[in-house]
């Protein structure tokens, strides 16, 4: 199995700030025959269901507001929020669809507003 | 809209069994992939089971094979997970969730229901 390693487990930033997730696969998620990377970022806010924000890395979901950006390639992912607002509280996962079964997710990183 | 929406949770003993459904709506539901993700109590995310967008394709984790089954009836938009042999560890709010690209195996998840609550109670 694919373990998908989160960093850090949580975080504080301030309004305005930039915050950085990190994400470690494993084994690579990248699919050398079409050159992408299988992964992906999810939001999930308290008492809600997770959200898509990114995929293939660095897509942005439709309607994903544009402070949110992934990057990175092979094993290692970042997940960066330029710009933190309020209602980005929220615990973020990243996610390997590269392997299924089984599909894996991190652990989670709990980000507040410092 | 693309809608999901998760039923059947409730308090079950160890060694009982339950059936979840997932009715879908907004979307063609017979062209996707199904996913079932569970998160315990104040928990992380763990993916449960997936079954193809034409019900031939199934996989499970580890943690539930052999005791949970994973099926979808294309005709009533729906989704099940027949969970049998019922743990304390099964305890969580189940989601069902859908991949975001159609025929495939290999897919992020774009929507995802609510959830449901089983409790596994001694």
């Known amino acids: 199995d694919i373990v998908m390693t989160q960093s850090p487990d949580s975080l504080a930033v301030s309004l305005g700030e930039r915050a950085t997730i990190n994400c470690k696969s494993s084994?690579?998620?990248?699919?050398?025959?079409?050159?992408?990377?299988?992964l992906a970022w999810y939001q999930q806010r308290l008492g809600q269901p997770p959200k898509l924000l990114i995929y293939?890395?660095?897509t942005r979901e439709s309607g994903v507001p544009d402070r949110f950006s992934g990057s990175g390639s092979g094993t290692d992912f970042t997940l960066t929020i330029s710009s933190l607002q309020a209602e980005d509280v929220a615990v973020y996962y990243c996610?390997?669809?590269?392997?299924?079964?089984?599909?894996?997710f991190g652990q989670g990183t709990r980000l507040e507003i410092k | 809209q693309v809608q999901l929406v998760e039923s059947g949770g409730g308090v079950v003993q160890r060694g009982g069994s339950l059936r979840l459904s997932c009715e879908a709506s907004g979307f063609t539901f017979s062209n996707y992939g199904l996913h079932w993700v569970r998160q315990a109590p104040g928990k992380g995310l763990e993916w449960v089971a997936f079954v193809g967008y034409d019900g031939n394709n199934r996989y499970y984790a580890d943690s539930v094979k052999g005791r949970f089954t994973i099926s979808r009836d294309n005709s009533k938009n729906t989704l099940y997970l027949q969970m049998n042999s019922l743990r304390g560890e099964d305890t969580a709010v189940y989601y069902c969730?859908?991949?975001?690209?159609?025929?495939?195996?290999?897919?992020?998840?774009?929507?995802w229901g609510q959830g449901t609550l089983v409790i596994v109670s001694s």
């Open positions: 084994q690579s998620v990248l699919y050398s025959s079409n050159n992408k990377n299988y």
């Open positions: 969730a859908k991949d975001l690209l159609g025929s495939t195996t290999w897919s992020p998840f774009d929507c």
């Open positions: 996610q390997q669809y590269y392997s299924n079964p089984p599909i894996t």
């Open positions: 293939w890395a660095s």
